[in-house]
């Protein structure tokens, strides 16, 4: 079964910087294409940006030059370089196939306050 352990939120102020990372077990990780996804508090879960399995970035227009993902094929580990952070990047964040499957990780809270 795949098992999905997110890491690297906290707590950020608005301009700053962080990188989520999130270790894939359980499955062939270079066959599939990945994605990070987020939820924010009162909001339905949504796409923040995908991977294809060939390596292929897309992002949502949100995030858009603000956000780099990126995958470590040999660790079976997928990253999301999060930059000028903003407020309404605050969520949990999560990674999981694309289009996504059951189970999810825990997520990583990411909170963005002065």
């Known amino acids: 079964q795949v098992q999905l352990v997110e890491s690297g939120g906290g707590l950020a102020q608005p301009g700053g910087s962080l990188r989520l990372s999130c270790a894939v077990t359980?499955?062939?990780?270079?066959?599939?294409?990945w994605a990070w996804y987020r939820q924010a508090p009162g909001k339905k879960r949504e796409l923040v940006a995908s991977?294809?399995?060939?390596?292929?970035?897309n992002y949502a227009d949100s995030v858009k030059g603000r956000v780099t993902i990126s995958r470590d094929l040999a660790k079976e580990t997928i990253f999301l370089q999060m930059n000028t952070l903003k407020h309404e990047d605050t969520a949990i964040y999560y990674c999981?196939?694309?289009?996504?499957?059951?189970?999810w990780g825990q997520g990583t809270q990411v909170t963005v306050s002065s």
């Open positions: 999981n196939k694309n289009p996504p499957e059951r189970p």
């Open positions: 359980g499955t062939i990780f270079r066959i599939f294409d």
């Open positions: 991977i294809t399995n060939r390596g292929a970035p």
